[in-house]
């Protein structure tokens, strides 16, 4: 089975300053990968996905993420942040097993922008 | 094109009575996706629907947690004789393939 592994639960950073979410999967079958950011008291919205191809994948809002097959990891980065950043991330994994197509995600990271 | 809806999106419920929580998919979406969020968890998957088909329930609970995606409306997520542990938020998500749009969900708190 699946897991995903998002080390850092919360994540203060500077206005305009660079960040970086880290996440980890772990998984024996091939993999699509996504990130969410779920804003107080609301649903998730997709940041950007990995399906194939080019393993730099570039999301709204100026995130990009890099997926790198032999660390499996999926981390979450962008040059420059907002205020309006401020949100819970969540890293999210799908396996290709064709049975179905669940989620299955970290325990998210909190990001919190400070002027 | 309107988003996943869910309602309501708060419920309060006291022990023991039925909780009823509805998803209408995206339009031209026939697979939906429930999934429960404990306070300071992420989501965990529940359930996986397609029309009239229930495919993959491996994460409901076996006792009182049933769910629905009849022919017309939206699907429904049911759980009979609420306990304080079922308080949490819902989500719906649904897909035509690959990436799942989720719903505003629904806030259940259990008195």
């Known amino acids: 089975a699946q897991s995903v592994t998002q080390l850092d639960s919360q994540v203060p950073v500077f206005e305009e300053a660079p960040v970086e979410l880290r996440c980890n999967y772990s998984s024996s079958v091939s993999v699509y990968l996504f990130w969410y950011v779920q804003y107080p008291n609301q649903g998730l919205q997709l940041l950007l996905k990995y399906l194939s191809g080019s393993t730099l994948v570039k999301g709204i809002n100026g995130f990009e993420a890099e997926f790198n097959k032999s660390q499996t990891s999926f981390h979450l980065r962008k040059p420059s942040v907002h205020i309006s950043d401020t949100a819970e991330y969540f890293c999210a994994v799908m396996e290709l097993t064709g049975g179905g197509n669940k989620l299955t995600f970290g325990t998210g990271t909190q990001l919190k922008v400070e002027l | 094109n309107a988003g996943v809806m869910q309602n309501p999106r708060h419920l309060v419920r006291r022990r023991g009575q039925e909780a009823r929580l509805r998803c209408s998919p995206m339009k031209g979406h026939s697979h939906v996706y429930w999934y429960r969020q404990l306070p300071e968890e992420g989501l965990k998957f529940m359930v996986y629907l397609q029309k009239e088909n229930i495919i993959d329930e491996s994460g409901m609970p076996k006792e009182r947690f049933s769910a629905e995606f009849p022919k017309e409306g939206p699907s429904i997520l049911r759980i009979q004789q609420v306990v304080r542990g079922d308080s949490a938020a819902y989500f719906c998500?649904?897909?035509?393939?690959?990436?799942?749009?989720f719903g505003p969900g629904t806030r259940l708190t259990v008195l």
């Open positions: 998500a649904s897909s035509p393939e690959g990436p799942q749009f």
